[in-house]
Each structure stands twice: as structure tokens, then as C-alpha cells.
T-cell receptor, first 114, second 110 residues
Framework: DTAVSQTPKYLVTQMGNDKSIKCEQN?????MYWYKQDSKKFLKIMFS???????INETVPNRFSPKSPDKAHLNLHINSLELGDSAVYFC?????????????FGEGSRLTVL | DAKTTQPPSMDCAEGRAANLPCNHS???????VYWYRQIHSQGPQYIIH???NNETNEMASLIITEDRKSSTLILPHATLRDTAVYYC???????????FGAGTRLFVKA
């Protein structure tokens, strides 16, 4: 069983569209994250949720809206997509904060905005 | 911005030890050092972490200097499958926020 799974793996869309990426973890972890990896391969945190509550929002534009319906899911919805949103988005989870354990990453969702 | 600095790339011969350095000169007393790697475009994978003492697990060893300003990840017998980008990160107090820098691209050559 995949510990952290993301769907879709690939997403190609036009500028201005709205899209969502889903993430699920079956590890029983309390904390989930969204990271963005751009073309230069820098991996930057976007959001962190702990027990369904938003803990970190790294000055991400309002067009990005995470939603955590329960501890096992953290979805990412993006409105009015822009060219600069093209990147690989990684979901991750950890048992508590990273302080107490390692991050488990999904395989990534590659978003291409045309 | 990432607080750690790593060389952009390194080469290693297959079967030899790969020693990957990391500087974290601003690390505070309660911050851990974590190492991850990313193979091709897969999700990053946890390797090891430490606070003060040297650590070893089935994947690697972590050597932390006494002043904690730098560390070295050691892959004792590198294989071709160890070719990846290796990230050294400081984990901030509170633990929810991590920043990954550019990492070191390790090439293991036959």
C-alpha cells in the first residue's frame, strides 16, 4: 500500500482554469504538508496542517486553497492558474511535527499550465 | 531561505564511500539536522537525522561536528541507485516548517 498517494500524477491545463490535487495518507499521521518544487528543483513548503488545522501558510497566493476534510486527507485547490504555477507539487505527512519524526512524501503531481 | 549550504554536485565511484558535507553554521541548540534524498523526480526520501551525536542506520551514517556547525552524510558503499539529490535541512523549533535548499547532486559512477 502506498503510504502517501497523490492524484493526479500529471495535470496539463490552460491559464485561468481551476484545478485540484488530492492527497491521502494511510499512516495515521497527524500532520500533512504541501510542497512546491519549481524548475530549479528548490523544494519550498506551502502549507502545513496539524489535526486538520492550518499551521503554516508560507505567503502563498490566495488562489491556492488547501482543504483538510480529515487527518488523512489534504487537498490543494488552485484557482485562476498562471504560467508560474507550473511545478511539481508534493504532499507529505509526519507523525507529529517534523520535530519528532521524518516526512513521508508522495510521488508528486506535475502541473503544467499552458 | 535555506539555512544550510551544500556543494552543488559530487562524484563517487561505485562501491566506494560517498561523503556529503553540509554547513549549518546558524543552527541553534535544539534544532536537528535531517538528511533526505530525491531520486530523479520521485518524492524525497528520509535518510537519517541527528542532534549532537553521530548516528547510523541501515542506509547511512551521520557525523556531526562538536560545534554542530557542520555535518557529513556517509554512504559507506555507494551503488548506482544512490545517484540522487541529497538535501541537508535544519528543522525549526515547533517542527512544522522545513526549508530545503538546492542540495547536492551525487553521481555514482561504475
Amino acid at each position: 500500500d502506498t503510504a502517501v498517494s497523490q492524484t493526479p500524477k500529471y495535470l496539463v491545463t490552460q491559464m485561468g482554469n481551476d484545478k485540484s490535487i488530492k492527497c491521502e495518507q494511510n499512516l495515521g499521521h497527524d500532520t500533512m504538508y504541501w510542497y512546491k518544487q519549481d524548475s530549479k528543483k528548490f523544494l519550498k513548503i506551502m502549507f502545513s496542517y496539524n489535526n486538520k488545522e492550518l499551521i503554516i501558510n508560507e505567503t502563498v497566493p490566495n488562489r491556492f486553497s488547501p482543504k483538510s476534510p480529515d487527518k488523512a486527507h489534504l487537498n490543494l485547490h488552485i484557482n485562476s492558474l498562471e504560467l508560474g504555477d507550473s511545478a511539481v507539487y508534493f504532499c507529505a505527512s509526519s507523525r507529529d511535527g517534523v520535530w519528532t519524526g521524518e516526512l513521508f512524501f508522495g510521488e508528486g503531481s506535475r502541473l503544467t499550465v499552458l | 531561505d535555506a539555512k544550510t549550504t551544500q556543494p552543488p554536485s559530487m562524484d563517487c565511484a561505485e562501491g566506494r564511500a560517498a561523503n556529503l558535507p553540509c554547513n549549518h553554521s546558524t543552527i541553534s541548540g535544539n534544532e536537528y539536522v535531517y538528511w533526505y534524498r530525491q531520486i530523479h523526480s520521485q518524492g524525497p526520501q528520509y535518510i537519517i537525522h541527528g542532534l549532537k551525536n553521530n548516528e547510523t542506520n541501515e542506509m547511512a551514517s551521520l557525523i556531526i561536528t562538536e560545534d554542530r556547525k557542520s555535518s557529513t552524510l556517509i554512504l559507506p558503499h555507494a551503488t548506482l541507485r544512490d545517484t540522487a539529490v541529497y538535501y541537508c535541512i535544519q528543522v525549526y523549533p515547533g517542527g512544522f516548517k522545513t526549508i530545503f535548499g538546492a542540495g547536492t547532486r551525487l553521481f555514482v559512477k561504475a
